[in-house]
Antibody, heavy 116, light 107 residues
Framework: EVQLVESGGGLVQPGGSLRLSCAAS????????MHWVRQAPGKGLVWVSR????????NYADSVKGRFTISRDNAKNTLYLQMNSLRAEDTAVYYC?????????WGQGTLVTVSS | EIVLTQSPGTLSLSPGERATLSCRAS???????LAWYQQKPGQTPRLLIY???SRATGIPDRFSGSGSGTDFTLTISRLEPEDFAVYYC????????FGGGTKVEIK
């Protein structure tokens, strides 16, 4: 069974940093592109970033470019999102998901709250 | 960036009725790289449709997807009580993007 477990969320002050992790199991992690998607409270889904299977190529939404960094450790079957210079508008549940195109399945998400 | 616009924002229907949800793209979505997801309150999104018309594993056949280019449709042939939820379309022809969602609520 595919499992994706996000962690690392929490309360952080504006301008602060957090690193999210996504532990994957039940599939060949090193063969899949991986994505981060976020959802602000009561709002819709927003794609954040993606990384290819070997980590050599990354892309970001304009809203996080230059502040967030996606990476992966295929030996540990883990995806990361380093978030710096956090803003109030980054407050959201962050999901990880595998896929070259569509996303399936999704993790349960981890909540990031940016507030003073 | 491809912008997806979903309509209507809210659809009020009764169980047993047919639901038709629209997703319009600001430019052509290559090779019908379009997916649909269902999200219920407090739950993770679930993939329903990929490639515009292919049902994901375990998805009932009352869900169907159609369309190409810039206009796509998700149809639920007969609404079951568990189908009342928010539905999102997503394109993956370029940098991925999602529509704003359509809420299907009980009338």
């Amino acid at each position: 069974e595919v499992q994706l477990v996000e962690s690392g969320g929490g309360l952080v002050q504006p301008g602060g940093s957090l690193r999210l992790s996504c532990a994957a199991s039940g599939f060949t992690f090193s063969s899949y592109w991986m994505h981060w998607v976020r959802q602000a409270p009561g709002k819709g889904l927003v794609w954040v970033s993606r990384i290819n299977s070997d980590g050599s190529s990354t892309n970001y939404a304009d809203s996080v470019k230059g502040r967030f960094t996606i990476s992966r450790d295929n030996a540990k079957n883990t995806l990361y999102l380093q978030m710096n210079s956090l803003r109030a508008e980054d407050t959201a549940v962050y999901y990880c998901a595998p896929g070259r195109g569509w996303f399936d399945p999704w993790g349960q998400g981890t909540l990031v709250t940016v507030s003073s | 960036e491809i912008v997806l616009t979903q309509s209507p924002g809210t659809l009020s229907l009764s169980p047993g009725e047919r639901a038709t949800l629209s997703c319009r793209a600001s430019q052509s979505v290559s090779s019908s790289y379009l997916a649909w997801y269902q999200q219920k309150p407090g739950q993770t999104p679930r993939l329903l449709i990929y490639g515009a018309s292919s049902r994901a594993t375990g998805i009932p056949d009352r869900f169907s997807g159609s369309g190409s280019g810039t206009d796509f449709t998700l149809t639920i042939s007969r609404l079951e009580p568990e189908d009342f939820a928010v539905y999102y379309c997503q394109q993956y022809g370029s940098s991925p993007s999602f529509g704003g969602g359509t809420k299907v609520e009980i009338k």
